[in-house]
């Protein structure tokens, strides 16, 4: 539970409280795309084709079952665009170019980059104004994010030197266990500034969702996992300096309703998702039903399911 899980119930969480979100799937496995509950087999337009040119962007955007959440689906094709893309000019701000229309239309554009640092990745970093870093409190990762770091300033100084990061989110927190302590507490250490309060436990419910093809908040919208990325999402908010509650400001309904940006894409579905609320952008980068915030209610049977796994919801 990492990069894929975090963009899809973030993105989510941040359509919960309001915002109008584009998922980027820029990740060939496209767990992203499934975990909204796409069906890969049946795309026609994808993440490959806006990336090597053939279409543009709004073209590829769908709506989703979420409210106000969208994505720009992934295939398998879009591990053979780093071969495509090595010989052609300013390969690296092919994303950047091809969704900077789209920018205006949506609150947030998440991109779900690969694992592996590539052309792809590049490709989301130069397109993105901040990364936001899932980080497993595992040994391992500890490694991979002094790499991921130094990838991030080689970026910023020679290619995006807008790119920031948002911040690091702790996932797959045990607090039963010595090393998500250890790794928690050496990650604040080193990034006190940078590791975000809110951490995302480890959770039998968070893992299944995608298999439905939902996030965790309409799947199990009183879980742990659920609870934890909807705080998440109202504390990136208020680290941008955004407006928080779920509900419109004054301010911010009066431009939706005067700002003519806030027109659907060419393939709306009106029965997918909602279209509006111009606000300034942000393009994030992904390494790595009812409001969540009412009292959650279970069956005993839920109780007794969880009590046998050692799962607290």
């Not at 052609?88 to 592996?116: G, M, N, V, W």
């Not at 990364?131 to 595992?138: A, D, T």
């Not at 301010?251 to 027109?263: G, I, L, T, V, W």
Request: with cysteine; charged share 25%; hydrophobic share 35%.
């Amino acid at each position: 539970m990492g990069k894929s899980t975090t963009a899809i119930n973030l993105g989510a969480s941040l359509a919960l409280l309001g915002r109008q979100v584009l998922l980027v799937d820029m990740d060939p496995q496209g767990n992203s795309t499934s975990g909204v509950g796409i069906d890969k087999t049946s795309l026609r337009v994808t993440t490959y084709d806006v990336v090597t040119g053939s279409v543009p962007a709004e073209e590829a955007v769908q709506g989703t079952a979420t409210d106000r959440l969208w994505i720009m689906p992934s295939d398998v094709r879009l591990a053979g665009a780093e071969v495509e893309l090595v010989a052609q000019i300013a390969r690296e701000t092919k994303l950047r170019s091809a969704i900077r229309l789209l920018e205006p239309r949506y609150d947030f554009l998440l991109i779900d980059c690969p694992p592996s640092l590539g052309l792809l990745t590049i490709n989301g970093m130069t397109a993105a104004e901040s990364c936001i870093i899932p980080l497993q409190c595992e040994f391992y990762a500890l490694e991979g994010l002094a790499q991921l770091m130094e990838t991030i300033s080689l970026i910023r100084r020679h290619i995006n030197p807008a790119l920031g990061v948002t911040g690091i989110v702790l996932t797959m927190v045990d607090q039963r266990t010595k090393l998500s302590e250890q790794v928690a507490a050496d990650v604040r250490a080193h990034f006190p500034t940078l590791v975000l309060e809110t951490e995302v436990p480890r959770s039998i419910r968070l893992a299944e969702a995608p298999s439905y093809g939902q996030p965790v908040m309409t799947y199990a919208p009183g879980s742990r996992g659920a609870e934890a990325y909807i705080a998440l999402a109202r504390e990136i908010l208020k680290r941008l300096g955004l407006y928080v509650d779920g509900g419109d400001s004054s301010h911010e309904a009066s431009n939706r309703e005067s700002d003519p940006r806030s027109e659907p894409p060419a393939n709306h579905d009106p029965t997918r998702g909602e279209f509006g609320d111009p606000q300034t952008t942000s393009v994030a980068r992904i390494e790595s039903p009812a409001s969540v915030d009412s009292p959650a209610t279970y069956t005993e049977t839920d109780e007794q399911h969880r009590h046998e796994r050692g799962d607290e919801r």
